[in-house]
T-cell receptor, first 111, second 111 residues
Framework: EDQVTQSPEALRLQEGESSSLNCSYT??????LFWYRQDPGKGPEFLFT???AGEEKEKERLKATLTKKESFLHITAPKPEDSATYLC????????????FGTGTRLKVLA | EAQVTQNPRYLITVTGKKLTVTCSQN?????MSWYRQDPGLGLRQIYY???????DKGDVPEGYKVSRKEKRNFPLILESPSPNQTSLYFC??????????FGNGTRLTVT
């Protein structure tokens, strides 16, 4: 079954305490893996796209990496404003155009 | 400003009373999609559209209808809403293989 699994479900960090979020996927025909940030009551906002294994993208304190089975979102020295839910999504071809999301990781960064 | 606009933001209705949630995008995107977001279940795709007059079912289409008569608009129709359709709904759009742009959501309550 095609699926995307994110872990952990929730994560509490002290300000400055680096960590990583995981997104594992079991789809064939991957066309792209996307990371989004979602604040309460708002629509997800795009962070990164990764297309092939070995690819890495960085933005401020965030770095996304991709292997053939999973992606990591590394957060270096997080700040309270990084608190949000982080969503992973995969775009793949399975007879038709498919786009599925993981259930997200709720991140809370404490000052 | 490039955006996806959903209306209304909040809607409370009763079982069986037909309703429409509108979605409009100003980015000339071919692809548009509707998702519902429920606690613990993440974002699940209801319907999507690859272009004008081309729509297809997502993972949870039962009880919903859509239409795509114009490129910019993709309304979601609930012909006979039921309490299990109480949820947070998001419309999204993109170019092929590009990240999704999301609206700000519609919180629907069916009593």
């Amino acid at each position: 079954e095609d699926q995307v699994t994110q872990s952990p479900e929730a994560l509490r960090l002290q300000e400055g305490e680096s960590s990583s979020l995981n997104c594992s996927y079991t789809v064939s025909g991957l066309r792209g893996l996307f990371w989004y940030r979602q604040d309460p009551g708002k629509g997800p906002e795009f962070l990164f796209t990764l297309y092939s294994a070995g690819e890495e993208k960085e933005k401020e304190r965030l770095k996304a990496t991709l292997t053939k089975k999973e992606s990591f979102l590394h957060i270096t020295a997080p700040k309270p404003e990084d608190s949000a839910t982080y969503l992973c999504a995969v775009h793949y071809i399975s007879g038709t155009y498919k786009y599925i999301f993981g259930t997200g990781t709720r991140l809370k960064v404490l000052a | 400003e490039a955006q996806v606009t959903q209306n209304p933001r909040y809607l409370i209705t009763v079982t069986g009373k037909k309703l429409t949630v509108t979605c409009s995008q100003n980015m000339n995107h071919e692809y548009m999609s509707w998702y519902r977001q429920d606690p613990g279940l993440g974002l699940r795709q209801i319907y999507y559209s690859m272009n004008v007059e081309v729509t297809d079912k997502g993972d949870v289409p039962e009880g919903y209808k859509v239409s795509r008569k114009e490129k910019r608009n993709f309304p979601l129709i609930l012909e006979s809403p039921s309490p299990n359709q109480t949820s947070l709904y998001f419309c999204a759009s993109s170019f092929s293989l590009s990240p999704l742009h999301f609206g700000n959501g519609t919180r629907l309550t069916v009593t």
